[in-house]
């Protein structure tokens, strides 16, 4: 059964910096490009970051590019995000997402999801 | 960025209803689209990919049809279990991005 698991949200003051991971399990890990997709309170779906499978190419939407950090350890079937400078709109349920294996980008599975706050 | 408007934001439908939610891209995003569930307090599952590709284990009451830049979902016979949010994301570019949502609920 293809499961990801994410840990390490709560909460967390302005300016701070937070370390999620998401270990991954039932499949080949390796093989896909890997996802973080948050969600806002209440709010809509906001993708945040991909890395590709070998860890050679890493994509962030603009609201986070030198604040975040997406990295993965395919020995460890791990992925990770750094969210550094923390702001208080960064406040979401973070999801570990895998992409599908096609050209267009799709996230095939999602992990439970885990919780950031930012507040002072 | 590619902007998805989904419409309508909420509707109510009967048991064994048909239930039809559309999604439109701001531009041409060629079949790359995907729809999405997501229950209260669960994280969203992959319903459709690639416009009209249903995704294994999703049951055949649901289908995604649609081109250029409008699509939609239908579901052909509500269910209790269908309840929920849904949303379309489009993956052809960078970045990729959802549709607000629309809240289906039983009536």
């Known amino acids: 059964e293809v499961q990801l698991v994410e840990s390490g949200g709560g909460l967390v003051q302005p300016g701070r910096s937070l370390k999620l991971s998401c270990a991954a399990s039932?499949?080949?890990?390796?093989?896909?490009?890997m996802a973080w997709v948050r969600q806002a309170p209440k709010k809509g779906l906001e993708w945040v970051a991909t890395?590709?499978?070998?860890?050679?190419?890493?994509y962030y939407r603009d609201s986070v590019k030198g604040r975040f950090t997406i990295s993965r350890d395919n020995a460890k079937s791990t992925l990770y995000l750094q969210l550094d400078s923390l702001r208080s709109e960064d406040t979401a349920t973070y999801y570990c997402?895998?992409?599908?294996?096609?050209?267009?980008?799709?996230?095939?599975?999602w992990g439970q999801g885990v919780m950031v706050t930012v507040s002072s | 960025d590619i902007q998805m408007t989904q419409s309508p934001a909420s509707l109510s439908a009967s048991l064994g209803e048909t239930v039809t939610i559309q999604c439109r891209a701001s531009?041409?995003?060629?079949?790359?689209l995907a729809w999405y569930q997501q229950k209260p307090g669960k994280s969203p599952q992959l319903l459709i990919y690639?416009?009209?590709s249903l995704q294994d284990g999703v049951p055949s009451r649901f289908s995604g049809s649609g081109s250029g830049t409008q699509y939609s979902l239908k579901i052909s016979s509500m269910q209790t279990e269908d309840e929920g949010v849904y949303f379309c994301?489009?993956?052809?570019?960078?970045?990729?991005?959802f549709g607000g949502g629309t809240k289906l609920e039983l009536k």
């Open positions: 690639g416009a009209s």
């Open positions: 531009e041409d995003i060629y079949s790359g």
């Open positions: 039932g499949f080949t890990f390796s093989d896909y490009n």
């Open positions: 997402a895998r992409e599908g294996p096609t050209v267009t980008t799709f996230f095939d599975c």
């Open positions: 994301q489009q993956g052809l570019k960078y970045p990729p991005t």
């Open positions: 890395i590709t499978y070998d860890g050679s190419s890493t």
